[in-house]
């Protein structure tokens, strides 16, 4: 079973800290994508990585993707309030185009 | 188009009783998944289709779980018999089948069904 598994699972900051969130596989994936959901509503994706060692950024946002691409990771800088939500890494098992998603790592940003 | 539409947003029903959710994907787009979550956590694959075919089903959709896609359009997830471990929020995604994996789903705002 090709498992993604985040950390942390919940994180508290202050508004204008930075922060990680880690995804991580035993297995290889041909792509990992992150999305992010706020209470209520469906995951909205934020960005896809392919290449392995891949680095894209999405404003304040940081996504890297392993260089044997087993694992991704996220990196908020200078989070604010709005950046509060549930965080889901994801990844398709095989060609079956089936994504699998991480337990998500909720985030609460203060003011 | 307006997105990935899901029917009805909220559900509370009785123990017993048997619901069906309705979802209209984007119109151009072939996929069309369901997926489980319940709070706090991340959703759990139940089935998905191409065009009106039902390719893979999860071992976590029991007897009671049922879906269809008669027309290759809308969807519906019907839960017979309902239970309380049944209460979570439904979601439906959906995609074009060009590389899915790599262009990403679109999600509906989802159903949240309640039992009593």
């Known amino acids: 079973t090709q498992l993604l598994e985040q950390s942390p699972q919940f994180l508290s900051i202050q508004e204008g800290e930075n922060l990680t969130v880690y995804c991580n596989s035993s297995?290889?994936?041909?792509?990992l994508q992150w999305y992010r959901q706020e209470p209520g509503e469906g995951p909205v994706l934020l960005v896809t990585?392919?290449?392995?060692?891949e680095v894209k950024k999405l404003k304040r946002l940081t996504f890297q993707f392993g260089d044997a691409r087993k694992d991704s990771s996220l990196h908020i800088t200078a989070a604010q309030p709005g950046d509060t939500g549930l965080y889901l890494c994801?990844?398709?098992?095989?060609?079956?185009?089936?994504?699998?998603f991480g337990q998500g790592t909720t985030l609460q940003v203060k003011p | 188009d307006t997105g990935v539409s899901q029917d009805p947003r909220h559900k509370i029903t009785k123990r017993g009783q048997n619901v069906t959710f309705r979802c209209d994907p984007i119109?151009?787009?072939?996929?069309l998944y369901w997926y489980r979550q319940t709070l706090g956590q991340g959703p759990e694959f139940l089935t998905y289709?191409?065009?009106?075919?039902?390719?893979?089903k999860s071992r976590l959709l029991s007897d009671r779980f049922s879906a269809e896609r008669p027309k290759g359009s809308f969807s519906t997830l019907e839960i017979q018999r309902t239970e309380q471990g049944d209460s979570a929020m439904y979601l439906c995604?959906?995609?074009?089948?060009?590389?899915?994996?790599?262009?990403?789903?679109?999600f509906g705002s989802g159903t949240r069904l309640t039992v009593v």
């Open positions: 995604a959906s995609s074009l089948d060009l590389s899915p994996s790599n262009y990403g789903y679109t």
């Open positions: 297995s290889v994936f041909s792509s």
């Open positions: 990585v392919v290449t392995g060692g």
């Open positions: 994801a990844g398709a098992p095989g060609n079956t185009g089936k994504l699998i």
């Open positions: 119109s151009e787009h072939n996929r």
């Open positions: 289709f191409q065009n009106e075919a039902q390719l893979e």
